[in-house]
């Protein structure tokens, strides 16, 4: 069985795919800034020890990897799920608000990667997951720092892969549509979204209440928990996995339908 460093593990999807990898049988390093009380499936063998570290913070992820290292000798896949959302019109939305938003869903994938990768290529092999989503390419009105973010993780993994290929280890995304989590309660806004004075505020309110809506009336965290699985079990890692046939084919449409008509289609969605 494997062992897995997973990020985010304490709600949402990360932790319905830390539970079920290991009643799968893998051992599970499950970092978070919370921490937790560890698992164990007397089933399978599986577990889920928790590590406090924080993705921002480069040295929490260094420790947290020699613990790692000391208690199982190995990382054999590293899911790279930590990551937050921030609504506002661009307008909107301040220089040091766009930094937080890259923060933890863009650099501190980059921060989690850099820790792990010495590890896997001293090994010859390995599997890096990143979680990117369906707003990598569809792009979200007031959330489009959000989607730059994911469309970000989504280009990084793909670039990485081509570099890590000689050692052997394989990386791709798993692209979550709307997902019924904690997510949409912890969602923040810019300061000046919230303003009276704000030229947005009115249509920002409407569109982001339709996304919330979408959201909670989404998908279980198991079914992107089982796309995570699949990749770390599967034969080799999916470049791109996209969880649920609707978004599969939205993501389709993305690709075919002239970009004029597809940004207009998704205004009127959020409108």
């Not at 699985?229 to 449409?253: M, T």
């Amino acid at each position: 069985m494997s062992v897995i460093v997973l990020t985010g593990g304490s709600a949402g999807i990360g932790k319905a795919a830390a539970t079920l990898l290991m009643q799968k049988g893998h051992t599970v390093y499950s970092l978070s800034r919370r921490g937790g009380s560890d698992e164990a499936d007397s089933a399978s063998g599986g577990k889920v020890i928790n590590i406090k570290a924080d993705v921002t913070k480069p040295d929490t992820l260094e420790a947290a990897v020699s613990e790692v290292m000391k208690g199982s000798g190995r990382i054999d896949a590293l899911v790279c799920n930590a990551g937050n959302g921030i609504a506002g019109a661009v307008e909107d939305t301040s220089l040091e608000e766009v930094r937080y938003q890259f923060e933890t869903n863009f650099f501190g994938m980059v921060n989690t990667v850099k820790a792990c990768l010495p590890v896997m290529r001293a090994q010859k092999g390995g599997r890096i997951v990143a979680l990117s989503s369906v707003a990598a390419i569809v792009p979200i009105p007031f959330q489009a720092f959000y989607s730059a973010s994911k469309s970000a993780v989504l280009m990084y993994i793909q670039a990485l892969g081509m570099e890590l290929a000689p050692w052997g280890i394989e990386c791709g995304c798993v692209l979550p549509g709307d997902t019924k989590t904690d997510f949409t309660s912890s969602r923040k806004y810019t300061a000046e979204s919230q303003s009276a004075d704000s030229a947005y505020a009115a249509q920002m309110k409407v569109s982001v209440g339709k996304m919330e809506k979408d959201e909670q009336n989404g998908m279980s965290p198991d079914v992107i928990a089982k796309a995570i699985a699949s990749q770390i079990e599967s034969r080799h890692v999916s470049p791109i996995l996209i969880p649920g046939f609707q978004y599969k084919f939205i993501c389709f449409l993305m690709k075919v339908v002239p970009a004029r008509l597809r940004l207009y289609i998704v205004r009127k969605i959020y409108s």
